[in-house]
């Protein structure tokens, strides 16, 4: 239940500190030192990532919104109005608040690991829709969608924007599409938005921008690194590298070392060599055909789907 003095908000995301260090400890020890993506966002990652979808490069939050102000009508006749609607990484919530007055949600559970920026987002969502039940989890929800029993089994719609399911191989993100679909009822269903598979050079600006956003995204995760394991990575002698990994279907971040570097944590240390790199994210690009298949697979039913003119984004509602 939600606990009296914050009825409006829940952190089920109290990952054991211990447990977070190891995972992190472990990818900073492996040959190819890798951290979590999910890691980028502390409070400052996460308004620096708001950021970047204002960039001229950074077209998939304004391709889909696009994709759903043109198809508003016809996405709300498929999903269907007065359900639970839970946002997985709401974020500030602006997604889902623009499609409040099409889909009228009964109750709106936003959920995001970045538990602090939620809690002022939530704030901000009940003062301007009184009339939605909101209850905001804080939570990992990529370890587990096990969610609290106020939160109504039927008319579960999930909802996952922006290509964050890019953020998943393709075997991890058949995992979350089959997690999602095992937590709705058979009323229930899942709208999500997907990159579609593009030319090179955009799909690089996209990821490495021209004045440096998405380089002070990628090298904050250095500074949260500092806070979680008592580490003493100094952001200047990192650099961002993003691109796009045409053999891997995929853009890949890494942060790489400008010079020979002995980062030290409680309990460890680890030398880089200048060139060597931390690797902070995969985002995946996926065609079409390969997208529909990976919601069969998860168990989903019939799937309605939008694009724009240049077919760079994809918005599907597949029912559970
Ligand atoms: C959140 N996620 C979908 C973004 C993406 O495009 O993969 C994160 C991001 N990384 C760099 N720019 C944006």
Same mark, same amino acid.
């Given at each position: 239940?939600?606990?009296?003095?914050?009825?409006?908000?829940?952190?089920?995301?109290?990952?054991?500190?211990?447990?977070?260090?190891?995972?992190?400890?472990?990818?900073?020890?492996?040959?190819?030192?890798?951290?979590s993506p999910k890691?980028l966002y502390?409070?400052?990652g996460s308004?620096?990532f708001?950021?970047i979808c204002?960039? +001229?490069?950074y @077209?998939p939050t304004?391709?889909e919104?696009?994709? !759903?102000? *043109?198809?508003?009508? =016809?996405?709300? %006749?498929?999903?269907?109005?007065?359900?639970?609607?839970i946002d997985l990484g709401a974020g500030n919530?602006?997604k889902a608040?623009?499609?409040?007055?099409?889909?009228? +949600?009964?109750? @709106?559970?936003p959920i995001d690991i970045s538990?602090? !920026?939620? *809690?002022?987002?939530? =704030?901000?969502? %009940?003062?301007?829709?009184?009339?939605?039940?909101?209850?905001?989890?804080?939570?990992d929800f990529s370890?587990?969608?096990?969610?609290?029993?106020?939160?109504?089994?039927?008319?579960?719609?999930f909802f996952y924007p922006g290509s964050s399911i890019g953020n998943f191989t393709?075997?991890e993100a058949?995992?979350l599409l089959?997690?999602i679909?095992?937590?709705?009822?058979?009323?229930?269903?899942l709208l999500i938005g997907v990159d579609?598979?593009?030319?090179?050079?955009?799909?690089?600006?996209?990821?490495?921008?021209?004045?440096?956003?998405?380089?002070?995204?990628?090298?904050?995760?250095?500074?949260?690194?500092?806070?979680?394991?008592?580490?003493?990575?100094?952001?200047?002698?990192?650099?961002?590298?993003?691109?796009?990994?045409?053999?891997?279907?995929r853009i890949?971040?890494?942060?790489?070392?400008?010079?020979?570097?002995?980062?030290?944590?409680?309990?460890?240390?680890?030398?880089?060599?200048?060139?060597?790199?931390?690797?902070?994210e995969n985002s995946y690009k996926y065609?079409?055909?390969?997208f529909?298949?990976?919601?069969?697979?998860?168990?989903?039913?019939?799937?309605?789907?939008?694009?724009?003119?240049?077919?760079?984004f994809m918005v599907c509602?597949?029912?559970?």
């Amino acid at each position: 239940n939600f606990p009296s003095g914050q009825p409006h908000f829940l952190q089920l995301y109290h990952r054991d500190a211990d447990v977070i260090r190891t995972e992190l400890v472990d990818g900073l020890q492996a040959p190819m030192a890798t951290v979590s993506p999910k890691y980028l966002y502390d409070a400052l990652g996460s308004k620096l990532f708001e950021a970047i979808c204002q960039l +001229p490069e950074y @077209y998939p939050t304004r391709t889909e919104a696009g994709i !759903f102000e *043109r198809h508003l009508s =016809e996405i709300a %006749r498929s999903a269907g109005r007065g359900s639970t609607f839970i946002d997985l990484g709401a974020g500030n919530c602006a997604k889902a608040e623009s499609l409040f007055h099409a889909l009228q +949600p009964r109750q @709106y559970v936003p959920i995001d690991i970045s538990v602090d !920026f939620l *809690r002022d987002a939530v =704030e901000r969502v %009940r003062q301007r829709f009184p009339m939605i039940a909101v209850s905001g989890i804080g939570m990992d929800f990529s370890c587990s969608l096990d969610l609290p029993e106020t939160i109504r089994r039927e008319k579960r719609l999930f909802f996952y924007p922006g290509s964050s399911i890019g953020n998943f191989t393709p075997h991890e993100a058949a995992a979350l599409l089959g997690r999602i679909r095992d937590a709705c009822n058979r009323d229930g269903g899942l709208l999500i938005g997907v990159d579609l598979l593009k030319d090179k050079p955009v799909l690089d600006a996209a990821y490495d921008d021209a004045i440096g956003v998405t380089a002070a995204f990628n090298l904050n995760m250095l500074r949260h690194l500092n806070t979680l394991v008592d580490a003493d990575f100094d952001v200047g002698d990192w650099r961002h590298v993003g691109f796009f990994n045409e053999e891997l279907g995929r853009i890949e971040m890494h942060l790489e070392a400008r010079r020979s570097v002995t980062i030290r944590w409680d309990g460890g240390e680890r030398r880089f060599r200048q060139g060597e790199r931390i690797h902070t994210e995969n985002s995946y690009k996926y065609t079409r055909h390969d997208f529909l298949q990976l919601l069969e697979r998860a168990g989903f039913g019939s799937v309605q789907t939008w694009t724009d003119d240049r077919e760079w984004f994809m918005v599907c509602h597949a029912r559970a």
